[in-house]
């Protein structure tokens, strides 16, 4: 009942809003000359722009950025909704339901990287930001960052937020029981390459045979392939037809027999990311190094606790690059001001947006001027004895190279690591997982 | 029946007045007529409509869907039945309904043998006897999530309290969620612990409606505790056993929240599955994979699961006690 009158209130809202969205069009098409992005033309309406995310905790941090965008531009208001902490089985299927009923959407909504894949081949439903000039920010980012968002028609449709990159996090406590240097420099030089680590674990592995060298299979896997990719073409599962390469790939084959070599070796933990046991452990001191992305130092600080803080530490990345996780804000092609909309959008993913961000939330900035504003370069994290954060992520992620993402990346993605974590807990046999991980990634592709 | 008889009381005491005579005859027999036939299915139309849009429509549109290959935001092309027949030869889907009829058997068997013993035992006369009973009756107040998350915990490979137990006999730590086996009756003890204590009080509210002197006449006759239990109360209770064997039918086949929370949030129910439900696979399909019109048609097909189990069931259970 209580529902129900809740539901007719707002289905009055809603009328509501539309009628004066409908105005507010019909006001703007008569000056024809549009609002700027300064706010020093005034046009007749007030327009109102919703800008949706998603995730936990300060998820995009744009409290602070919003804030500044409305006091400097009272014609186009932006109304930040942050939608839900669930990306995958919540924000993802609604999203893809308001762009089918062509309605519903923000007129800026951001995207996972998980998902970049699948929205780039449905260029149908998303504005064309070169059209508003956005593709002169191509400069401002890495290219592989900046290409994931130019969909299947080579039409730029998103451009970056945040970024992960890719560190390794180490344990000093145990590499001091295993008489390896602890300083982050000294440890970065151990292992220039993938080799190199296998190396160093195998001495950990002799010194300290109750802990893992590595959490698991997943994150090395990533760096690997995310390394190796680039030296194919940018290829991870699919090529640009769409076609499935999971088994033609010499990348994913030499990420594959890395990690076996790193798991038939004993070195990992045998732990799955974000299960109960990895994160004991990470508490525990189960394992001596993982892999890192910029917001994994979060996950480690709240999970590993006070009590282990300046046990943990963060050196490069063997083969020094890589990168895990990162957003994109798009324009929907549904919306009804698309110009205001990707001006909005502009000021988000420039500079001042991504510092604001990195300020309010820690979310690292994927665009090159912000990793060099003083406040994102000489961040340091306290957690990891003052760890130099931000130069470290912005090394990993220079010298990407661009790669693409296949309309179904996510999902195979997710099945073929599925075998590589059983091959490395025991449930599948090494000399069968091969077999298996691309017939399960043949299948994921439908 | 006692409908008519007050309308036709009503009828007769009505008020001679102005209104009477205002109103054609015809309109108000037309009136007496709805308030008669009509307002009885006008009061209990609210459930119908609610359930024929949240209970009807759905299960239509999702037989429509299940006949297209649909993909949201993508393609939707009829297909007839094709999904079906692709569902039928899927190794997944059948891993699915063998783990899901698996963890059902192991957990429901003990669970209602249990809660009908432990029934048995709280109708006893014995001190603190509303304490011990509503004290059954606690698991079920809990979060499932909370007693996945825990049970999770318990079963933990490197610092669960299971293993280190079991490390005490010498055992050597068991990685639950790596072999069926393992996985199923980590599974089936947090469904066990949450459930048998609401069956148990079912049965238990059905037990006290035994006539105590069918108790008196067979111990009269010589007959033990054990065979009164066997040959009076089971048989006595069999509408009851009925029922929460169907209840758990239900609940078993559409088992979620447990192993989702197992297997670290995920849908795939371990590295090969191991203990993938069928709705774990549905919203696999569905939602992660974007595969609409087939996950549809799983959903179907576990419909049909559902009541043919159940029917057999029924059959099975009908026959408990026919015998004696």
Redesign the interface.
């Known amino acids: 009942m209580m529902n129900n009158t809740r539901r007719g209130v707002l289905a009055a809202v809603a009328a509501g809003a539309l009628a004066f969205t409908a105005a507010a069009c019909g006001g703007d098409e008569a000056p024809a000359a549009a609002p700027s992005a300064g706010g020093s033309a005034a046009p007749a309406e007030k327009i109102e722009i919703t800008l949706n995310t998603f995730g936990g905790g300060e998820n995009f941090a744009y409290d602070d950025a919003v804030a500044q965008w409305n006091a400097a531009n009272p014609n186009v208001q932006v109304k930040y909704v942050n939608l839900t902490d669930r990306f995958e089985d919540t924000y993802l299927p609604q999203v893809l339901q308001w762009l089918e009923a062509g309605s519903g959407a923000g007129d800026i909504i951001a995207m996972d990287e998980g998902a970049m894949g699948l929205m780039a081949a449905r260029p149908q439903y998303f504005a064309d930001l070169g059209q508003y000039g956005l593709d002169s920010r191509k400069a401002d980012y890495p290219a592989f960052k900046y290409d994931v968002g130019v969909n299947t028609e080579g039409k730029l449709f998103a451009l970056g937020t945040d970024i992960g990159g890719m560190a390794m996090c180490y344990r000093t406590d145990l590499f001091e029981k295993a008489g390896l240097p602890t300083n982050r420099d000294e440890v970065s030089k151990l292992w220039p390459t993938w080799n190199d680590y296998l190396e160093v674990g195998k001495k950990f592995k002799a010194k300290v045979p109750d802990a893992g060298f590595v959490d698991g299979a997943n994150t090395v896997y990533n760096s690997v392939l995310a390394q190796e990719a680039g030296k194919n073409g940018g290829l991870y599962y699919f090529d640009k037809n769409q076609g499935l390469v999971v088994d033609k790939n010499p990348g994913v084959k030499a990420a594959f027999d890395y990690v076996q070599s790193l798991s038939t070796a004993g070195l990992t933990a045998k732990l799955r990311s974000w299960s109960e046991e990895w994160n004991t452990a990470m508490q525990k001191g189960g394992f001596a190094t993982m892999g890192c992305p910029s917001w994994m130092l979060g996950v480690i600080s709240g999970t590993s606790g006070d009590s282990n803080a300046k046990k943990w530490d963060v050196a490069a990345v063997p083969g020094g690059s890589g990168n895990w996780g990162g957003s994109w804000l798009m324009v929907p092609s549904q919306s009804k001001h698309p110009k205001e909309a990707a001006d909005v959008l502009n000021f988000l993913t420039g500079k001042d947006g991504q510092v604001a961000a990195f300020k309010e939330g820690g979310n690292f900035p994927s665009a090159i001027p912000a990793q060099q504003d003083p406040t994102v370069a000489d961040a340091k994290n306290a957690y990891f004895n003052d760890a130099p954060s931000g130069p470290i992520f912005a090394a990993s992620v220079a010298k990407l190279a661009p790669v693409f993402f296949g309309e179904k990346h996510a999902q195979v993605k997710a099945a073929v690591e599925e075998v590589l974590v059983g091959a490395d807990q025991g449930s599948v046999k090494w000399d069968e997982a091969w077999t298996r991980f691309v017939e399960e990634g043949v299948k994921a592709a439908g | 029946m006692s409908l008519s008889v007050d309308a036709g009381a009503r009828t007769r005491t009505v008020p001679p007045g102005p209104r009477r005579h205002a109103r054609p005859p015809g309109g108000r027999r037309l009136l007496s007529w709805l308030d008669l036939r009509a307002a009885p299915y006008f009061f209990v139309s609210p459930y119908f409509i609610l359930f024929a849009i949240f209970g009807i429509f759905p299960l239509i549109f999702t037989a429509w869907v299940s006949l297209h290959d649909w993909q949201?935001?993508?393609d939707k092309t009829f297909i007839g039945f094709e999904n079906y027949s692709e569902l039928l030869v899927d190794d997944?889907f059948w891993n699915a309904v063998l783990n899901t009829v698996g963890i059902f058997v192991i957990a429901t068997v003990p669970q209602l043998l249990l809660a009908l013993l432990l029934a048995n035992a709280l109708n006893k006369k014995l001190r603190g006897r509303l304490v011990l009973r509503l004290s059954v009756l606690a698991p079920l107040i809990t979060s499932v999530v909370a007693v996945a998350?825990v049970f999770?915990?318990l079963y933990?490979?490197?610092?669960g309290l299971v293993n280190w137990v079991l490390g005490g006999f010498g055992v050597d730590p068991i990685?639950w969620?790596?072999?069926k086996w393992s996985s199923w009756i980590a599974i089936a003890t947090m469904i066990d612990w949450r459930w048998t204590g609401y069956n148990a009080i079912i049965y238990l509210a059905a037990m006290q409606t035994i006539p105590k002197d069918l108790y008196e006449a067979a111990a009269i006759d010589g007959a033990s505790p054990r065979r009164q239990f066997w040959g009076i109360t089971v048989p006595l209770l069999k509408p009851t056993i009925i029922f929460t064997v169907i209840v758990s039918t239900i609940g078993g086949f559409t088992l979620f929240a447990e192993p989702v929370m197992f297997g670290?949030?995920l849908m795939?129910g371990?590295?090969?599955g191991?203990f993938q439900t069928v709705a774990m696979f549905i919203?696999k399909e569905g939602?992660?994979?974007?595969?609409y019109g087939y996950a549809a048609a799983a959903a179907w097909i576990l419909f049909l699961l559902i009541m043919i189990t159940a029917l057999i069931n029924f059959a099975i259970v009908r026959g408990i006690g026919r015998s004696r």
């Open positions: 949201l935001a993508g997944k998350v999770t915990q933990g490979r490197d610092y990685h969620q790596n072999e670290a949030g795939t371990g590295t090969t191991q919203v939602f992660r994979d974007f595969q």
